[in-house]
C-alpha cells in the first residue's frame, strides 16, 4: 500500500513501498561504504551472474552453491530470462488468474511457438488433476510458474499439505516449478511456510526448482536487485544469456545492498515493515467495517 501524499491518494494499484518506509539514511551509508571498500569492483564492468559476495550472501541463506545464484537488475527481468531460455521446451502453465508480467512475457514470446496452459487456481489451491493432465498430454509444457505465497493477483497462499502435493505431482512427472515470491518475507501474522524450492530441495529434486525473488518489496524498488535459484543445468545457459542481453548488471546497488545486509540491517528493517504493515492493514480492515459494511 503505498501512500501518495502529494497527490493525497492511497494506491492500491501496484506493490509499491510507501515511501516512508525507505530505509534512506542506512542505504546512504551503504553506498559510501560499498565505494569505499569495493569500488574498483562496484564501479566497472562485472560477471553476468552478479556481484560476488551478494552472489555468496545468498547462496549461504537459501542453501545452494553460489554457481546456480544469478542476481539480475529486478525480478521480472530474471523471470523473462528464464522464460527465454525455457520457452524453447514447449511453452509453459501459469496459474488463473496469475501475475499479468508473465502473461505478457509468455504471449510476446507466441509468436515463436510458445503455448500458455492455465490452471484455476483459488482458495481452495491448485486444480492438481488438470495440471497432471497438462503434464502428460502430447503438448507437455515445460514449467508450471506458480505463486504459492501471497498470491498476485487473489492473495492466497497454499496450505504446506497442498504444498506438499504440488511437490509430488512435480517430482512424479519430473515438472519444473517456477516459484515466484516476492512477499513471502512481508507475513505479518501467522506461520512461515517452507518455499516449494525447500520441500523440492529436502527431496533430492533440485533439479526441479527454480526460485525467484527481489529485495524490491523487503529493501527498495530503486536498486532493481532480483535473484535466481536455478537448477544446476540451467545456471551457466542463463548467465550466457545475461551476457547477451545486458553485458554486465549494475555492481554498484548489488555492493551497496551487500553493505546493508552484512551491517544487520536487513533483519530490523524487516521487523519495522512488518509492524507498519500490521498496522495499516488492521486500520484498513477497521475503516472498510465503517464505511463498507455490506462488502
Known amino acids: 500500500m503505498s501512500v501518495l501524499p502529494e497527490l493525497g491518494l492511497i494506491s492500491f494499484a501496484r506493490g ?18 560499498a565505494i569505499r571498500r569495493d569500488g574498483r569492483v562496484a564501479l566497472n564492468y562485472g560477471h553476468p551472474a552478479g556481484y560476488g559476495p551478494l552472489r555468496e550472501w545468498l547462496a549461504e541463506r537459501h542453501a545452494v552453491a ?28 501459469v496459474e488463473a488468474p496469475t501475475y499479468d508480467r508473465m502473461l ?77 515470491d516476492p512477499y513471502g518475507l512481508l507475513r505479518v501474522e501467522g506461520e512461515t511456510l517452507p518455499s516449494l524450492h525447500a520441500l523440492l530441495r529436502q ?27 536455478l537448477p544446476e543445468h540451467m545456471a551457466e545457459p542463463i548467465a ?5 542481453t545486458y553485458v554486465s548488471p549494475p555492481l554498484l546497488p548489488q555492493a551497496e545492498l551487500y553493505e546493508f545486509l552484512r551491517a544487520g540491517f536487513f533483519e530490523v528493517h524487516l521487523d519495522r515493515l512488518r509492524s507498519a504493515l500490521r498496522a495499516r492493514r488492521d486500520a484498513l480492515l477497521e475503516s472498510l467495517a465503517v464505511e463498507l459494511p455490506e462488502a
Open 104 to 180: 505478457h512475457s509468455l504471449r510476446a514470446r507466441g509468436a515463436r511457438g510458445a503455448r500458455i496452459a492455465t490452471v484455476a487456481r483459488d482458495a481452495e489451491g491448485l486444480d492438481l488433476d488438470r495440471l497432471d493432465a497438462l503434464v502428460q498430454s502430447p503438448s507437455r509444457p515445460a514449467f508450471l510458474y506458480v505463486l504459492p505465497t501471497f498470491h498476485n493477483p487473489t492473495g492466497n497462499t497454499l496450505t504446506l499439505d497442498e504444498r506438499a502435493a504440488l511437490v509430488d505431482l512435480a517430482i512424479e512427472r519430473e515438472l519444473l516449478l517456477l516459484e515466484d
Open 16 to 33: 509499491v513501498p510507501s515511501p516512508d518506509f525507505l530505509p534512506v539514511e542506512a542505504l546512504a551509508d551503504c553506498a559510501a561504504r
Open 66 to 93: 553460489v554457481e546456480r545464484v544469478v542476481i539480475t537488475p529486478g525480478s521480472l527481468l530474471g523471470l523473462n530470462l528464464a522464460i527465454e531460455h525455457l520457452v524453447g521446451g514447449g511453452g509453459g502453465i
Open 203 to 229: 527431496r533430492g529434486a533440485d533439479h526441479l526448482g527454480l526460485f525467484t525473488s527481489s529485495f524490491s518489496k523487503t529493501v527498495a524498488p530503486g536498486l532493481r536487485i532480483g535473484y535466481l535459484l
Open 240 to 244: 550466457a544469456l545475461a551476457t547477451r
